[in-house]
């Protein structure tokens, strides 16, 4: 009899806590937050012992929330900058652990009945520094350009400032607003609007194609054209944790780089990294 709940102890050491409710939380990027929720309704479905928690806030609330440790996962659709990877350094004693989790088309919103079709990089940056100021120098109409931005949290804010305006400020007549949503709802109602985000969030707007200098082809954010690079403003979709995954969280994130959970991000309407 001893040696029966001998072995029955050490099964329940050994399995039992796979049976216990595991909750992980991933807080960070909005243009993220619909891939990971889904991603996390999926997994809930076929997991009921785990439990996770999405919220969105930005980029550099998730990384933050990372630094502090209040976040298992951080999404992020941008690098970590090292100066945040050397606080997480001096607080945990490591650099974290980055994963590709799904790549992403920056897209260029207008609304729909805007006539223009296609912008280079150069003038992208001049509309959002403030140097063009009129759709008819596009070949739209004589009206004035009304931009929506991101908060200055926000990942692709920095992922815009850095790429697109190549470091210089956005135009102080930008619209800062909370979330990727908010931008593509302001400019299907804003028929001289132009917005930028993630290319999942392009419902109900019109996308412009982009391109590299005035000689080259211009692309919209599909599919193939982010998998071959040729959409010029084509980056990765990030997920940070604190250090090398184990137990739950590991599974977890396997499963989201797995075809499975890959096939999510097709679905959301962002591209695999596969």
Known sequence: MKSLL???AVMFLTFGFRDQNETI???GSDTMVILAQRWAEVYMSKHPEVSIQVTGGGSGTGIAALINGTTDICDASRPMKKSEREKLKQRFNTLGVEIKSAKDGLALYVNEANPVQ???LAQIKDIYTGKATNWKAFGGPDAKIILYSRENNSGTYVYFKDNVLEGEDFSAAAQ???GTAAVVNAVAKDKFGVGYGGAAYGK???FLKVKQDASSKAY???AESV???DYPI???LFMYTRSKPTGALKEYIDWIISNEGQDIVTKVGYFPVK
């Open 118 to 120: 296609e912008l280079t």
């Open 234 to 236: 084509t980056r990765f």
């Open 220 to 222: 919209e954010p599909t």
């Open 6 to 8: 001998l072995a029955v």
């Open 176 to 178: 800062n607003m909370p």
């Open 204 to 206: 109900g707007i019109k």
């Open 227 to 229: 998998k071959s690079g």
């Open 25 to 27: 939380t991933v807080k």
